[in-house]
Structure formats: C-alpha cells, structure tokens
T-cell receptor, first 114, second 114 residues
Framework: DADVTQTPRNRITKTGKRIMLECSQT?????MYWYRQDPGLGLRLIYY???????NKGEISDGYSVSRQAQAKFSLSLESAIPNQTALYFC?????????????FGPGTRLTVL | GDSVTQMEGPVTLSEEAFLTINCTYT??????LFWYVQYPGEGLQLLLK?????DKGSNKGFEATYRKETTSFHLEKGSVQVSDSAVYFC?????????????FGRGTSLIVHP
C-alpha cells in the first residue's frame, strides 16, 4: 500500500462549490504539506503543518483552508471554488527537523473547476 | 529569500545521449540540495540529494555535485533511456526562519526518443 494517499484522484466541480481534498499517511511523519502544481510554475506551497496543533500558511493560501484531524490526516478545503484553482494538488510529508530531510509525495489530485 | 532556478524545458534527447539539467540557487544559510523526479501521472519522488559543499549525490545513473562556489547543483546522466522521460525538480532546504521549508524550482521536462 502507498505511504501517502490522496482522495479523490480526480474531481470536476463547478464555480462556487465547496471541495475537500483528503490526504492520509502511514509513514508516521509529523510534518505534512499541501502544494499545487501548475504548468510552468512548478510547485507552490499552500499550507503546511508541523504537528496536529501547528498550522501555517504558505505562499498561496488565499481561497484555501486546511484541517489536521490527526497526525496521519491533513485535509485541504476550497470554500468556494473558482476556475483559477484548477490545478494538480499534491500532499507531502516529511520526518521533520533539519535541512537534510526529504519529502514524500502522494499521487496527486487533479481538480477542474468549471 | 531562498530561490531555485532551473533551465527551461522541454529538453529533448535521443536514447543514449548525455544529459545535463542546470540548477542554480540562492540561499541565506547552508542549504541541503535535492533533485526530485515526477514520472507521468505520479507524485514527486526523491532522486538524489547532497547536504554539504562538494558532496555528490547519485542514484539510477544520475549524479549532481553541490558546488558552493558557483551555487549550483546540476543534474547529469551519461546515457539516458526512454524510461527517464519525466519532469525533474531541483529543490533546496534551508534554515530560513528556522522552518526548513523546501523551495522548488519550476521543473524541467525531459523527453527521450528511441
């Protein structure tokens, strides 16, 4: 089984709808992240969490919110989806502390907002 | 702030050709450097890393050397295969604000033809 899972893998929705993307991990890592990927723009950080009680905004948090329900679960919500939130979304984890850690990524959720 | 600059793609090569993907960085501290690879339809996965100056990371025939004097971490492979077709991301992790939040380049697409 995959260490980092994301659901759904694909989602098509309409402008104004509320959407939740879910991420679960079995790696036992404290740190979790949400990124979006757009062609030519690479990965941009939306939110990150260092533990259940620690939530931080990334560079593009406007229009998004998150919930860290447990060490293993980190959800991303779009309260009122808009077309420019159409993108590929990735969840990632890391075993925190220090500069040498690597991140482990989920398979991604492709979101289309019509 | 920290930043990573990668050569723009796509890079198109024939099988068995030599590959170089350039990556330069700016950082306030002493970062660790990473190359991640994203195969079609998948999330990113770590390809190699280096944690201090003059270190060489290597994996699957790929290599990159941490050059502090030129602030570079160029990815090389002597003979590419069709299966190496993917998007490659250079990244750094630095103690910016004590958080070690990774910074990614925009990615370079590699296409290898038979």
């Amino acid at each position: 089984d995959a260490d980092v899972t994301q659901t759904p893998r694909n989602r098509i929705t309409k402008t104004g709808k509320r959407i939740m993307l879910e991420c679960s991990q079995t790696k036992g890592h404290d740190r979790m992240y949400w990124y979006r990927q757009d062609p030519g723009l690479g990965l941009r950080l939306i939110y990150y969490s260092f533990d259940v009680k620690d939530i931080n905004k990334g560079e593009i948090s406007d229009g998004y919110s998150v919930s860290r329900q447990a060490q293993a679960k980190f959800s991303l919500s779009l309260e009122s989806a808009i077309p420019n939130q159409t993108a590929l979304y990735f969840c990632a984890t890391s075993d925190g502390g220090g500069a040498s850690f690597e991140q482990f990524f989920g398979p991604g959720t492709r979101l289309t907002v019509l | 702030g920290d930043s990573v600059t990668q050569m723009e793609g796509p890079v198109t090569l024939s099988e068995e050709a030599f590959l170089t993907i350039n990556c330069t960085y700016t950082a306030t501290g002493y970062p660790s450097l990473f190359w991640y690879v994203q195969y079609p339809g998948e999330g990113l996965q770590l390809l190699l890393k280096a944690t201090k100056a003059d270190d060489k990371g290597s994996n699957k025939g790929f290599e990159a050397t941490y050059r502090k004097e030129t602030t570079s971490f160029h990815l090389e492979k002597g003979s590419v295969q069709v299966s190496d077709s993917a998007v490659y991301f250079c990244a750094l992790s630095d103690r910016s604000g004590g958080s070690y939040i990774p910074t990614f380049g925009r990615g370079t697409s590699l296409i290898v033809h038979p």
